[in-house]
């Protein structure tokens, strides 16, 4: 597992935003290598260039039900612009992973997994359900890095 970098994103400061870095919260007191991070496009593709796995974990807004739960492998497919578009970047998750496909610059694995927000306003608190799926959104990645 020591090959593995896990990447929070989000903002701690705009409640459902900061599902990312919540996360990561649990998983640095597992021992993993983790980090926290704005979600900007190319500061992304140079903190994941010395790890050959990387999982990405992020907010994402579209028409699901908040605290779904998204699966992504982003070496076999493509990964949807409108899912991790709750960002102040133009430049950022998807477009990251897509730049990084042109240039060769990918990890050999990279997940991501989206938790479906509700409200990004400002607030340190997540919405009761993201806040509700943080231990199934843990033991998803701890199977992932596992596996």
Known sequence: MNDWLIIGIGNRLRRDDAVGPRVVDRLEKRGLQCQEHSGEGAGLISAWEAYPRVLLIDAT?????????????????????????????????????????????????????????????????????????????EQIILARIRA
């Open 61 to 137: 807004r579209s028409d699901a039900k908040p605290g779904t739960i998204h699966q992504i492998n982003a070496i076999e497919q493509t990964v949807p612009t409108d899912l991790f578009h709750y960002s102040s970047h133009q430049f950022g998750v998807a477009e990251a992973i897509e730049m990084a496909r042109t240039l060769k610059r990918l990890p050999d694995q990279l997940w991501l997994v989206g938790i479906e927000g509700e409200n990004f306003g400002y607030g340190e608190e997540l919405t009761p359900q993201v806040n509700n799926v943080l231990d199934q959104a």
